[in-house]
């Protein structure tokens, strides 16, 4: 009788099993080759990206509302969460050594690592950064919640746009003026000192959580209202659906994994400048969910870590003196693919536990009301919109 | 027709106006164009009844005010004897009252069951903290819904279709399709918004069937607007005409065709032919 | 004589609907010429196809012995084929006289063009009262009007009609259609479409009944009009 | 227009809380007014000044967007070529003025074109969200293609030396110059001569029809695809002119010199109602005062973020801006 709850989870295993995989490899193959610089454009930042996509994605792709504004909420995700930890500062450090397996000299041509220490992680930073990550998206979620009522009441499509991209630009303007109130974020000129505790554990975790909560919204009543909303805003409130409470759950949700991208990013690189929270990097997450999909989320994380990988690997592949090319090679390459598949990458494909689940067929023996004839059988002409 | 008059009253509108582009000033409103003035209307339970006009008229103006969608500018609505001017639309789809759209208006992208299942929204019984964790209540309430959706589908003849999307349906099946997610909102009154547009003789025949049964299996009261006489003239106990927002006649069929106010406004001196 | 307008063989896909599977027709100079059948039949994505909005997949049009599946929407406007569309489409913001004016957007002689406005107006006098006024403030049955006034300006040959008496009043309907019957009077041949099958039947000469996207049946509208098919399934009698 | 005042009125009664803080600012103002009168109208007159090229490009987005609402996100940038263009025109080849403004008005006018055809056109039925990011593609390649060393350069040039001699003089201590008359004049001329075009020729009346509606338009045998390109050359040509006045005004070029005044320019369009040409000129007016207000009395960077305030409160409340068309509630 319990078919159908097997049927959420029962769909998983091949989801969780690819993630413990990808997991393995990178940990243990991939990100030992790759040096420091590498290892953290290549595939720690790609996964931070990713999450904030993800968000951007819900609020877009699925809900329908045109936001610039995620960079703003990823910029209060991160200063708040490096603000944190940088007063909680180094008092937190609890090591804790696990267990270490010595790896037998015939793997160790195939891994290169010496050993594989399980559970080496220092609990006292793992949990100031989980607190940190929590903070930032909190009140990222919080102040989009606020900002969120007063333009999501009364503002649509276009213009909805344009209302979160000055929230970003207002946001950075402030983070600029900040050191007035906040002396450590030292305005203009950057933070430094943040204390570096994201490892591609940490990141990848949180992709992988705001993919699932993303994935199990989507496909319940709620994700349905959030689509609903979308697809046909008069149609849903129609249906009953409260479409301003699913506007804001979408963008608060949106927004909290905004934070959490921001946090986490904050505490990569160590360093936080305003500069690189302006408006003309706003657009990178909206052209990442563009090129892998609206409403695909298979989609937005190809296109991110290829995008990430393009970009900075461009670095590498374009040749000497040749690095200001860089931002001439990357619209030709966006444009191509615009005009090539304006659909996104993917179309509509998803991987397996990404798309909805399927019902059965079920036969009810039902009284069933009066056919309607058929005699426009196979093909509806677009109906016209007429107004009365 | 003694028996109505013991029924209770479902919907009852009172001046209801609707100006568009007019603004307001201190001494009331000025200028702008009014798309309905001062209709009134009682629709007692179980009564099928006929809205009737040109297009432009303010058919659909009403339908959009009693439902909630646009904002009424003067007058009231009372369904079951409660105000429902200033509620939001989906508080008064919620309180029971459905509709379906002239130019059909389904989710575009979802399947079939999907559309169907969004109605069953505010009934879910789950929320966002059972929808992230799919928990067991999540799964149970999930199959519940979906049993019922799939009920209701199977009603109409499109439980083999489950799984297409919505506008991929021939626009018969899309007409049946926008019903069927109107009654799982389980309303009290249904409005149908030409419901009959661009169906030949034969299929209306079919759908005005249709009409009688889900009002006497859903126990429904239903008001209908067509800009046919001959659509209506059937089916509908009582018809109101409209033309240039304004009521112009009320009455059984009988009585609106031989209404010389309509005749000369609306059907024409052959018009009663057409 | 060769006919004015010949159709053949039909094809048309919506992605990946095959919305017309064949349709073929033909009309002769100063004909009106009706095709009916249900929503959906083809009946407006044929006049599209004609007027260029759509290319067929397969099959051609002959006007006057000129293909015009190559030929663009504007240009077939200036070989004297105007589509009057569905649901009139009139230019709200722009003044009836501006929408007259785009009418006709493919002729530059001046004069004769007043002279088509002076034209257009003997036949919709209404229409002249409200030069001034915006296009959308006005009423339905105006608008239907104004729509056909602006085919005529372009000084058409061929004038297609996509649903003139959608959501008119039955009143407004028979005005409509004695004023397409005294265009056709005056030369202009006529491609009617319309749901209303009994009054496009009754000013038709010859008809076409549609079923999906194929030619179901044809004839003298008088005889289909007689039909028992016909009046079973679109006259409803 | 009539009865503006007692609209204005009911507004305030309505939103007492804006009426307060309007209060509080118009109270802030005064003191500083009374500090200084004298600096605050050169920040009003300075205001104006940025405001008129404001309303060139603005011009642009407002048309465009009109027709094909395309947020043409790369308009700041062709503003920057025209820039450039009067530039090596007035100094290296020693042209005159007037030469010099055809010339910017024509190469943008062409590279307005350019991108329609190949960026914004192949896309014109895909969705709208495709040609937004092709727009913002396009700005993008223009930004760091001119930036290469063997286009622009990245570095900044000083604009020496100007094409015009600078005359400035003072009226009961503001200060004035010929450019800024040169710049009133030149914008008024552009709007008188685009709002006759938009009105009053054949080519105007086609341009609102297509913006209404394009399949219709095609049915009465209007090119849409020349009348779409006509849009964006007219509208690109006016950036040009902006362009070359902005750099006369503010003699620094670079590669990213669009990005900013770009930026502006749209919200300014917005401010004003999109679509609307007077719309265009007084949010331009409007954006440039407070602009210059807010740089002078509070910070060069808080200037943006006021700028944006203004717009997210107006829009709040006039969800389509100050003269665009209301929403049409639609159901």
Sequence with gaps: MNRSRFRFLGQGWLFWLAVVLIFLLAQW????????????????????????????????????????????????????????????????????????????????????????????????????????????????????????????????????????????????????NSDLVIPETKGARGMVGIPQMTSFFWAFLFLVFALVVIRNVLYSSVGRAVVSVREDELAAKAMGINTLKYKTIAFVIGSFFAGVAGALYAHLYAFLSPLYFGFQKSFDPMIIIVLGGLGNLTGTLLATFLWAITLEGMRIWLPQGFEAWRFVVYPIVLLLVMLLRPQGLLGKFEFGFLRAPKWPLRQVAAEAAPQVAEATAGNPEPQEERSA | MSATVERPVVLNTEGLSKNFGGRVTASGYEGGLWAVRDFDVTVREGELVGLIGPNGAGKTTVFNMISGLISVTSGEVEFYGKKLVGRPAHAITQAGIGRTFQNIRLFPQLSVLDNVRIAYHSRAGYGLRDAIWQGTRFARKERELTERAQELLALFHLQDRQDEIGSNLPYGEQRRLEIARALAGEPKLLLLDEPAAGMNPREVHTLMDMIHFIRDKFKLTIVLIEHQMRVVMGICEWITVMDFGQVIARGTADEISNDPKVIEAYLGRQGRRV | MTALLEVNDLHVFYGAIHALQGISFHMDEGEIVTLIGANGAGKSTTLKTISGLLRPRQGNILFQDRDLTKVSAPKIVSLGIVHVPEGRKIFAPLTVRENLEMGAYSRSDAKEIRASMQQVFASFPRLQERLSQPG???????????????GLMANPKLLLLDEPSMGLAPLLVEEIFRIIVEINAQGTSILLVEQNAAMALSIADRAYVLETGTVALEGPAAELLENPQVKAAYLGR | MRDLPSRIIVFFRRNWYLAIIGLLILLWLAGRYRESPLLFWQFIVDGLRLGFVYALIALGYTMVYGIVRLINFAHGDVFMVGSYTAYFATTRYQWGFLPAMALAVGVCAFLGVVIERVAYKPLR???????????????????????????????????????????????????????????????????????????????????????????????????????????????????????????????????????????????????????????????????????????????????????????????????????????????
């Design chain 1, 29 to 176: 193959v991939l990100i030992p080759r790759l040096n420091e610089f590498r290892r953290t454009v290549w595939v720690m930042f790609p996964c931070i990206m990713a999450i904030i996509c993800l968000g951007l994605n819900f609020i877009f792709g699925f809900n329908g509302q045109f936001s610039l504004g995620q960079w703003g909420f990823y910029a209060i995700g991160a200063y708040a969460s490096a603000i944190l930890t940088y007063r909680l500062g180094e008092r937190f450090s609890y090591p804790v050594q696990g267990i270490v397996v010595q790896v037998p000299p015939l793997l160790q041509k195939l891994i290169p690592m010496a050993e594989i220490s399980l559970f080496h992680f220092d609990a006292g930073k793992s949990g100031l950064l989980l607190v940190a990550v929590l903070f930032g998206a909190v009140l990222a979620a919080l102040i989009s919640l606020a900002f969120g009522y007063v333009v999501l009441l009364r503002l649509g499509s276009d213009y909805f746009g344009i209302a979160t991209l000055g929230f970003a630009v207002i946001v950075q303007v402030l983070l600029i």
């Design chain 3, 136 to 150: 959308g403030t006005l009423s339905g049955g105006e608008q239907q009007m104004l729509a056909m006034g602006r």
């Design chain 4, 125 to 331: 039925d895909a969705p709208r969200i495709a040609a937004l990011i092709t727009a913002i593609g396009v700005s993008f390649f223009l930004e760091y293609f001119t930036a290469l060393d063997f286009v622009f350069t990245p570095n900044f040039i000083n604009y020496t030396p100007l094409p015009l001699k600078i005359t400035t003089w003072e009226v009961r201590g503001i200060t004035f110059s010929n450019i800024m008359l040169l710049i009133i004049a030149v914008t008024t001329a552009c709007l008188v001569l685009l709002w006759y075009i938009v009105y009053r020729t054949k080519l105007g009346k086609a341009m609102r029809a297509v913006a209404w509606d394009k399949e219709t338009a095609l049915l009465m045998g209007i090119n849409v695809d020349l009348v779409i390109t006509s849009t964006f050359a007219i509208g690109s040509g006016l950036a040009g002119i902006g362009g070359m006045l902005y750099v006369l005004a503010y003699p620094q070029i670079r590669t990213f010199l669009g990005v900013m005044p770009g930026l502006k320019a749209f919200i300014a369009a917005v401010f004003g109602g999109i679509g609307s040409i007077p719309g265009a000129l007084i949010g331009s007016l409007v954006i440039g005062m407070v602009e210059m207000l807010a740089q002078g009395y509070l910070s060069s960077p808080m200037r943006d973020a006021i700028v944006f305030s203004v717009l997210i409160i107006v829009l709040l409340y006039r969800p389509t801006g100050l003269f665009g068309e209301a929403a049409r509630e639609k159901a």
